[in-house]
């Protein structure tokens, strides 16, 4: 079966991997994960620090063995080098060579994926344009911020137009800025090359959330829920949240509940969108000015950890839905 | 052609290192020491100040060997960005030649700067010694070198930074010593069959050392320099050889 005929871009069958700790101690840091990723979608490896999303990622790439089961990447297994031509991969902390500027960094990871010179010239063009760092293509590496070193990093990962882009905490020790650039970043991505599959691992939910299609759950190393995002949060949600201000000192209101009051003006909890739609012509009537119209639909955080505390949360129950 | 590449940016990654200024100032000041040395002598000074000068550069070759390549080496694996490198279509091996292959070029610019430097304060002393000499015994060290970078790799590979210094400093000190070790096993009442096996696993470094027969103006036959090339081409390979392979089942959990 050729790359092409393989329905999953990545696939895991009664994956397990068991590091030594000393010479006695082991510790079993996935244990039995079986789950395959279709082409073309985006999918979030969610789970706390220690619940092995690392390991998964590290084993699809062939840096780690698994100690058992099997791991495909493109119908191939990851020791063979030929699955690496597939794969884009983009480390929790990228670290280059600091001598080399953007460009040489470019030029370099595209030579070690075998790509023409002149492809290649036209191509670190195009993804430094990409990634916001032509103005930068000429400086040394070690003047670049640490937002800088990621959106490169992300350039390299897309040098040969992979097929599966492997994302390992990529906003990790980013500030809010650099984690929305890089969302966004992820996000054109998934516009341009909507064939890649995009797999990467986080602990923060918002990211998750805003990127994925689907969700692997994933606590002390053993798979607990792969679904659709949409699944998970239960579809379009019909409760709403309404802030206006500019009102009669004197009124009252036939629709909704009052929630609180701020300065921003006074919020009102809805439900329904008829009940909306009466709601803000009421408000217009009483000449309010509305500040916004939010949808309650749970987040994820809400329905992961919702009802558990944070010490129940970094259980295998806690985390199981 | 991908180990080229990747040697290409180890030489300019090495040119970069606090540690390559730190030995070269080294080497720089072994040069200049011997010199000295060689001047505190009563008689035969041309001699004996080429043989520092030639302790020197071995000195500095085998700090270079072991503290760079295994610096280096080490950092990539901790740093993690050897993790970049291998999530490309290449080999580990190729990874890993590489590197060697880097770092023996830069080795061999700066000894070859230490040949001229040595050449130079040998013609001033009107010695015994010829060119020929000083440069078979510079380049039989630079032999000695591949095979102890070499080394350097594989220990690197399989142990801590520290450890793999140590044991790679002691094979050294030991390959220097096998003949007299071997002549003491031969003479001794208590044989055990392990030691000739210990012996037939470290090179025997002592062929590559022609320092004092160089101070004396004497030159090496070509067939000799033949088979400490071969020699030397056949251990260096052996330790890369293993190096691969103990690298390509090793787990990089950076």
């Known amino acids: ?321 | 052609m991908i180990a080229l590449r990747v040697a290409w940016i180890t030489m300019r990654e090495l040119i970069f290192e606090r540690v390559f200024y730190l030995l070269l100032t080294f080497a720089v000041l072994a040069l200049g020491f011997s010199l000295l040395l060689g001047q505190l002598t009563y008689a035969e000074q041309a001699k004996i100040t080429l043989d520092f000068l030639l302790a020197a550069v071995e000195v500095s070759m085998v700090l270079f060997s072991i503290f760079m390549g295994i610096g280096l080496f080490k950092r990539e694996l901790l740093l993690g960005s050897v993790a970049m490198v291998l999530s490309k279509p290449i080999s580990r091996s190729s990874f890993l030649i590489g590197k060697y292959i880097g770092q023996v070029a830069i080795q061999f610019a700066v000894m070859f700067c230490m040949l001229l430097v040595t050449l130079a304060i040998q013609s001033s002393f009107h010695g015994d010694s010829s060119v020929l000499s000083v440069i078979q015994a510079v380049g039989l060290i630079f032999l000695e070198v591949l095979v102890l970078t070499a080394m350097a790799y594989f220990f690197a590979v399989n142990a801590g930074t520290i450890t793999a210094a140590i044991v790679t400093l002691c094979l050294f000190a030991v390959g220097h010593m096998r003949e007299s070790l071997v002549y003491h096993y031969n003479i001794s009442i208590s044989r055990s069959w392990i030691w000739p096996v210990i012996m037939s696993l470290i090179p025997d470094l002592e062929i590559f050392n022609m320092k004092t027969i160089a101070s004396y103006g004497y030159t090496l036959d070509w067939i000799q320099l033949f088979w400490a090339v071969v020699y030397s081409f056949c251990c260096a390979a052996f330790f890369l050889f293993i190096a691969c392979v103990c690298f390509a089942n090793k787990d990089i959990a950076t």
């Not at chain 1, 706390?48 to 063995?65: Q, V, Y």
């Open chain 1, 1 to 321: 079966m050729t790359s092409n005929e393989f329905p999953f871009d990545i696939s895991l069958t009664d994956v397990s991997k068991t590091y030594p700790l000393g010479l006695w101690k082991k510790k079993e840091a996935v244990r039995g994960v079986s789950f395959a990723v279709p082409r073309g979608e985006v999918v979030g490896l969610l789970g706390p620090n220690g619940s092995g999303k690392s390991t998964i990622l590290k084993m699809s790439l062939g840096f780690i063995r698994p100690t058992a089961g099997e791991i495909l990447v493109c119908g191939h297994p990851p020791s063979e080098r030929q699955s690496r031509a597939f794969v884009g991969y983009l480390p929790e902390n990228p670290r280059f060579q600091k001598f080399l500027s953007a460009k040489e960094v470019l030029f370099y990871y595209g030579t070690l994926c075998r790509l023409e010179k002149s492809e290649l010239s036209k191509r670190v063009d195009e993804l430094l344009d990409l990634v916001g760092l032509s103005d930068a293509r000429a400086e040394r590496i070690a003047g670049f911020s640490k937002g800088m070193v990621q959106r490169l990093a992300m350039a390299q990962a897309l040098l040969s137009r992979p097929r599966i882009l492997l994302f390992d905490e990529p906003m990790s020790g980013l500030d809010p800025l650099g984690r929305l650039e890089l969302r966004r970043l992820i996000g054109r991505i998934h516009e341009e090359m909507p064939e890649a599959t995009i797999f990467f691992s986080s602990h923060v939910l918002s990211d998750v959330e805003q990127l994925c299609a689907s969700v692997i759950l994933l606590s002390k190393g053993e798979l607990k829920n792969f679904c659709r995002i949409d699944e998970l949060l239960g579809g379009r949600s019909e409760a709403y949240e309404v802030t206006a201000r500019g009102l009669p000192a004197e009124h009252s209101t036939t629709w909704g509940k009052r929630i609180r009051r701020s300065p921003l003006g006074e919020t009102w909890s809805i439900e329904g969108t008829d009940e909306l739609l009466a709601a803000l012509n009421d408000l217009k009537t009483m000449g309010a000015q509305v500040v916004g119209v939010f949808s309650q639909r749970a987040s994820l955080e809400q329905k992961l950890f919702g009802k558990t505390s944070v010490q129940e949360a970094r259980t295998p129950e806690g985390v199981l839905l």
